[in-house]
């Protein structure tokens, strides 16, 4: 609201019809000149001299109320009566679960054979082993307490993944544990071995399909057969109270290479 029309307002709630300010009023319309001609003189009637002065007074003691102004509000919508209307059931439009793209895990695998077991090896440093490596030497210690050749043997090359640097190729998790299994499975078809050894948590997850809680442990794998879950050799070393809890599972599981020797 502007000037003009807040004064005509004021104007209004006071009941005030014709005024003159006393000087000129910013943003004010112009007067009209018949407002400013003086209204004619009229005689006043002795008998109804006393009614107005009456009014006056009481319009004098009267308090003057403060005026209101309205200021125009948006007009509240009326709200739609509820219809029941029967509403046709949505069809079901069957979701496809999003691809995520998962970024491909990475670690290095060498397989390994001893006596009459295959061992998948966690590569730590991801290069082949060498003889003076301590965890190469730490592998032997474990093979000498499990009665098993203490030198062994390479099968195939080291299993290196990701496969391929650039490429639009799957190599999320499940492909990783698709092509280690496929790989471990073509070499114990043509050496068959009375248990695999799974040692490092990379060789229990893509091809035990377990986690870090089968340490110790034993597992069945369908396409591998009877498997031993160990940590890794780096993890052993870092950690020698883990060595004690190997120790005793491997006085029960070392029975099943060691069976077959003594019949």
Same mark, same amino acid.
């Given at each position: 609201?502007?000037?003009?029309?807040?004064?005509?307002?004021?104007?209004?709630?006071?009941?005030?019809?014709?005024?003159?300010?006393?000087?000129?009023?910013?943003? !004010?319309?112009? +007067?009209?000149?018949? #407002?400013?001609?003086?209204?004619?003189?009229?005689?006043?009637?002795? &008998?109804? !001299?006393?009614?107005?002065?009456? !009014?006056?007074?009481?319009?004098?003691? &009267?308090?003057?109320?403060?005026?209101?102004?309205?200021?125009?509000?948006?007009?509240? *919508?009326?709200?739609?009566?509820?219809?029941?209307?029967?509403?046709?059931?949505?069809?079901?439009?069957?979701?496809?679960?999003?691809?995520?793209?998962?970024?491909?895990?990475?670690?290095?695998?060498?397989? #390994?054979?001893?006596?009459?077991?295959?061992?998948?090896?966690?590569?730590?440093?991801?290069?082949?082993?060498?003889?003076?490596?301590?965890?190469?030497?730490?592998?032997?210690? #474990?093979?000498? &307490? &499990?009665?098993?050749?203490? +030198?062994?043997?390479?099968?195939?090359?080291?299993?290196?993944?990701?496969?391929?640097?650039?490429?639009?190729?799957?190599?999320?998790?499940?492909?990783?544990?698709?092509?280690?299994? +496929?790989?471990?499975?073509?070499?114990?078809?043509?050496?068959?071995?009375?248990?695999?050894?799974?040692?490092?948590?990379?060789?229990?997850?893509?091809?035990?399909?377990?986690?870090?809680?089968?340490?110790?442990?034993?597992? *069945?794998?369908?396409?591998?057969?009877?498997?031993?879950?160990?940590?890794?050799?780096? #993890?052993?070393?870092?950690?020698?109270?883990?060595?004690?809890?190997?120790? *005793?599972?491997?006085?029960?599981?070392? *029975?099943?290479?060691?069976?077959?020797?003594? +019949?």
């Amino acid at each position: 609201m502007n000037t003009e029309l807040r004064r005509r307002a004021y104007l209004d709630a006071m009941q005030v019809a014709t005024w003159l300010p006393r000087t000129e009023l910013p943003f !004010a319309a112009p +007067s009209r000149q018949e #407002l400013l001609a003086p209204p004619p003189a009229e005689e006043p009637q002795p &008998a109804q !001299a006393e009614a107005p002065l009456a !009014a006056v007074e009481t319009v004098r003691e &009267a308090p003057a109320e403060r005026p209101r102004i309205e200021i125009p509000r948006p007009a509240a *919508q009326p709200r739609q009566a509820a219809v029941e209307t029967p509403v046709a059931a949505p069809e079901a439009v069957e979701e496809k679960p999003a691809r995520v793209n998962v970024p491909p895990p990475r670690f290095a695998l060498q397989l #390994l054979r001893a006596g009459d077991c295959a061992l998948l090896v966690e590569l730590p440093t991801g290069e082949p082993f060498q003889s003076r490596d301590p965890a190469y030497i730490l592998l032997k210690d #474990l093979l000498r &307490a &499990a009665g098993l050749p203490d +030198s062994p043997q390479l099968l195939g090359e080291p299993v290196r993944w990701p496969l391929l640097v650039r490429g639009n190729m799957d190599q999320g998790p499940q492909a990783a544990l698709e092509f280690v299994q +496929s790989f471990v499975a073509a070499r114990l078809e043509e050496q068959p071995s009375t248990c695999l050894w799974l040692v490092g948590l990379p060789a229990i997850r893509f091809a035990g399909e377990a986690d870090e809680h089968s340490y110790n442990r034993e597992l *069945q794998i369908d396409v591998l057969g009877a498997c031993w879950a160990l940590p890794g050799l780096e #993890l052993l070393m870092e950690e020698p109270t883990r060595k004690r809890e190997l120790w *005793q599972a491997m006085r029960r599981v070392r *029975q099943r290479w060691l069976a077959p020797a003594r +019949s």
